[in-house]
């Protein structure tokens, strides 16, 4: 199962790093994510990350976040600098098998999810 850390409450241009680590998987996930919702909000993609790194962002964060992989660890790692009080949502860990996921957004594993709040 995935297992995300690193959330919590920080003010307005802060920073903050999520962590993501799949435990007893017995394949490696050809692509990882995050993604996010917010009360009242439709769940959506963060940003996403394939073994071969190639990546995709929300519009809303390019700039501002970092997506990272470890292949052989199953791992992945979400970078947030420059928070706004809009980036405040519980964060998910999403992972699949297949690198398709980033067209198709079915994505096969999720985690428990990790809050984040930004203060004003």
């Known amino acids: 199962h995935l297992v995300e850390s690193g959330g919590g409450l920080v003010q307005a241009g802060g920073a903050l790093e999520l962590s993501c680590v799949a435990s007893g998987a017995k394949f490696t996930f050809e692509a990882m994510g995050w993604y996010r919702q917010a009360p009242g909000k439709q769940r959506e993609l963060v940003a996403a990350?394939?073994?071969?790194?190639?990546?995709r962002y929300a519009d809303s964060v390019k700039g501002r976040f970092t997506i990272t992989t470890n292949n052989t660890a199953n791992s992945v790692y979400l970078r947030m600098n420059s928070l706004e009080p809009d980036d405040t949502a519980a964060y998910y860990c999403?992972?699949?098998?297949?690198?398709?996921?980033?067209?198709?957004?079915?994505?096969?594993?999720w985690g428990r999810g990790t809050q984040v709040t930004v203060s004003a």
């Open positions: 999403v992972a699949d098998r297949y690198r398709r996921v980033l067209y198709t957004q079915s994505w096969t594993f």
């Open positions: 990350i394939t073994t071969s790194d190639i990546t």
